[in-house]
């Protein structure tokens, strides 16, 4: 009995292609406002974690990206007087 890998839908790979946006989005929120972007890489993780699939790590992932980004972005422009928003 061979197991063969069903082929992705496409709620699959929009999922994926949603988590590695916020993954990519919470980086940014590290450097740049990171509390107008991170919020929103957070709400897009969630989203993939809804639409779930084969990306559901992938996108569990995002969502701590997201935390992560928001906490350490928080930290950098508190530490350097740069904008919160």
């Known amino acids: ?4 890998p069903r082929p992705a839908t496409a709620a699959e790979t929009v999922a994926g292609f949603m988590a590695a946006a916020a993954i990519a989005a919470s980086a940014v ?5 990171p509390a107008r ?3 929103v890489a957070v ?10 699939g084969r990306h559901s790590r ?19 422009a508190i530490a350097t007087g740069h904008k919160l928003f």
């Open 1 to 4: 009995m061979s197991a063969e």
């Open 29 to 33: 929120a590290m450097v740049y406002r």
């Open 37 to 39: 972007v991170a919020p």
């Open 43 to 52: 709400v897009v993780a969630l989203i993939a974690v809804g639409m779930g």
């Open 58 to 76: 992938l996108a569990g992932a995002a969502v701590a990206a997201g935390g992560i980004g928001w906490f350490v972005g928080m930290w950098v």
